[in-house]
């Protein structure tokens, strides 16, 4: 008879109080951003069908909704907009008294604690859906990296703590960052959505924010989901101009992305945002009763944190500090 190994890993998953011990990721609320998307018009807030348990928000409806938020223990939000009159400039979005502006400030009044990001980009602000100018049928990439910048410093004059550009822009890292700087507003971070893939899990955030693209697609600004080396060197780029935290979006389907980041930049805090469909898609299993929510939306989020990363922006937050030990 062979001898029985010495080391028996099994010793340490018998029993709850050894495994929670011995575990190697753990999540707690500090982990999360939540988003939130603000309706200008009062009736344009409501529930989200595609989202169960999302609601786009009217400004009046911040105040209960950052109380909830708070006593759950979330630190941080991220908020979109829906502007009351889209136009093919988007110029809505860097109107210093445009819906984000007026939401950061009714929010920094309620909670000074609370840390705001907010998205920079066009997308949920002109006619046509896409994420920057058009000229000719194509995105101007520059002139769109000026309108980002006037949308940056709105933020940063209402009290937003990051911005977070989402456009995939080339170069809209240093442009934000020189403007911002330029504006005696060092103290205001960027957090980028530097490894943005065109993914077809936007399908629901579309939906509420009414932004999906009229015409044509997202690929020409957004990354394949086919390349990993891409990532990094996106990710190079952005580090190299300024940007405080880096971000990879969606996040399950790009656990290998997120793992790959974290290898190269350790020493930049990385997020990763479990994005509108990875949310709807667990939702629509657990209501069929196919899946068990809770048990589903914790092991998805460890996976996130297992891969790398620091930070999880997902409309989960508000029921995983349910979920949680206290």
Known sequence: MSALPRRRLRRLRDRASIRDMVRETKLSMSDFIYPLFIAERPEDAGPVPSMPGVSRLGLDDLDGEIERIASRGIRAVLLFGIPAVKDAAGSASHDENGVIPKAIRRIRGLRDDLAIVTDVCLCEYTEHGHCGL???GRIDNDATNGIL??????????????????AMMDAMV???????DAAGRSDV??????VKYASSFYGPFRDAVAC????????GHQMDPANAREALAEAALDVAEGADMLMVKPALAYLDVIAAVRRRFPDHPLAAYQVSGEYSMIKAAAANGWLDERRV???SLLAIKRAGADIIISYFAKDVADYLPQ
């Open 189 to 194: 971070g960027i957090l980028s959505y530097a």
């Open 212 to 219: 999906a693209p009229k015409f044509g697609d997202r690929r």
């Open 174 to 180: 240093a442009a934000i960052r020189g403007a911002l």
């Open 149 to 166: 910048c006037r949308i940056a410093l709105a933020h940063a004059a209402a009290g937003a703590d990051l911005v977070a550009p989402s």
């Open 297 to 299: 939306v914790l092991e």
């Open 134 to 136: 058009l000229r000719e």
